[in-house]
């Protein structure tokens, strides 16, 4: 029979702590400690819990040291929020969090023993692999990097693409009935550094997996050896494995309750530096920047940023419909950004590579010389065979990561990052 885990209570004053005292007494844990959390309702002074009671859940975890965290609180004093929040800061120790009737367990990570960093997003469309390909881009300039990506559409097994693929390339992946627009497709394509492709299924509150061939694909990327291995988490799923330094990517558009709550403030407890993306509108990304610092460590840098498309090829002087994931309210800054940065006669743009059936009705009544394809989504399956089969011109576009003026250096943050000692 195995021993009970080492258990810290949570408990409130709503309760009689007799009432409590028992419950811990029948419960299947060894109690070593109890933390009173709030509510005086049903306090007299004095109570006894039969185990210490220590101020505060930090406090309590460096000194008695507990296995599992075990919720005997309830309303009002917890609520759902306050509970997340909870949840969040003890996922973040790698200890479970329980209730009545739900456990919350932290996400397994391998250990791998070459340098490496994680790029984790607080949902999907948040513009993580953007960021991941900027953070390749400038590190491969001075090291050897290799980035591994876990896509719902990765391949059965790993797959390594050491050299950039085409648009022709694409193409015929698609037909032959792959997902041409996977990650790591685009990260090598538009970073042009080597990947590795991986797949999983499931995606759990606190970004587990249920299945991914990603411990496979980090053995490979460990082969090819690099200096450094970038490790791209898919949506808010997270790689499974243990890297050296975190960056999470906020959407500036996600709700602050969102972005910040639930059990995304266990992502942003886990990051050494988070980038918040779509800093267009400050009334919007300001609420979210806010809720975020309030979550992470004042030693955490959070950088608001913008994301620019950079056409692959040159576009000067034709006329371009871009294709892109989004969101409508950004869609003239884009078009103003292609105009003046790239000489683009910018026609139309689509937010609509995600909705097969709203792009498909946009195609139908484009006149461009140029389709310019963010490489998401329907990008090579709709919007490339579309142009193709009607002699536009397919450029493919990258999103550059510009961060706001006034803010900490990420290019200096993100190679300090990189300077890890194994």
Known sequence: MSAALKALAIVDGEHYAPVVRDALAELPYEFVAAVLVGGTEKLRGGESYGVPLVDDVSAAFERYRPEIVVDLSDEPVLGPIERFALASRVLACGIPYVGADFRFDPPTFAPFELPSISVVGTGKRVGKTAVTGYVARLLASESHVVVVAMGRGGPPEPETVSVPPTLDALVALSRAGR??????????????????????????????????????????????????????????????????????????????????????????????????????????????????????????????????????????????????????????????HLQSAHGADVVHVSGN??????????????????????????????????????????????????????????????????????
């Not at 009544?365 to 998401?376: C, G, T």
């Not at 536009?392 to 190679?415: S, T």
């Open 353 to 422: 590579l995600a909705d097969r059936v709203a792009l498909q009705g946009e195609l139908e009544e484009i006149s461009a010389d140029v389709f310019l394809v963010e490489l998401k989504a329907a990008a090579i399956d709709l919007v490339a065979e579309y142009g193709l089969a009607r002699g536009v011109e397919i450029v493919l576009a990258a999103n550059d990561v510009v961060p706001l003026p006034g803010h900490p250096d990420l290019d200096g943050i993100v190679l300090e990052m990189s300077r890890i000692q194994v």
């Open 179 to 336: 997902h041409a627009a996977s990650d790591h497709l685009e990260t090598a394509a538009l970073a042009g550094v080597e990947t590795v492709g991986c797949r999983r299924c499931g995606g759990g509150l606190a970004g587990a997996v249920f299945v991914s061939n990603v411990l496979e694909g980090a053995r490979v990327a460990a082969g090819l050896a690099p200096d450094l291995v970038v490790f791209d988490g898919s949506g808010a799923a997270l790689p499974p494995i243990a890297a050296d330094r975190t960056i999470a990517v906020v959407g500036g558009h996600q709700s602050p309750t969102v972005a910040a709550g639930y059990l995304n403030a266990f992502r942003l407890l886990l990051a050494d530096l988070v980038v918040v993306t779509m800093a267009e509108d400050e009334s919007e990304w300001q609420l979210t920047y806010d809720a975020v610092r309030a979550v992470v460590s004042s030693e955490v840098d959070v950088v608001p940023a913008v994301l620019r498309p950079r056409p692959l090829t040159s576009v000067r002087g034709r006329t371009v419909a871009y294709f892109c994931t989004a969101q409508p309210s950004a869609h003239g800054v884009i078009a103003a």
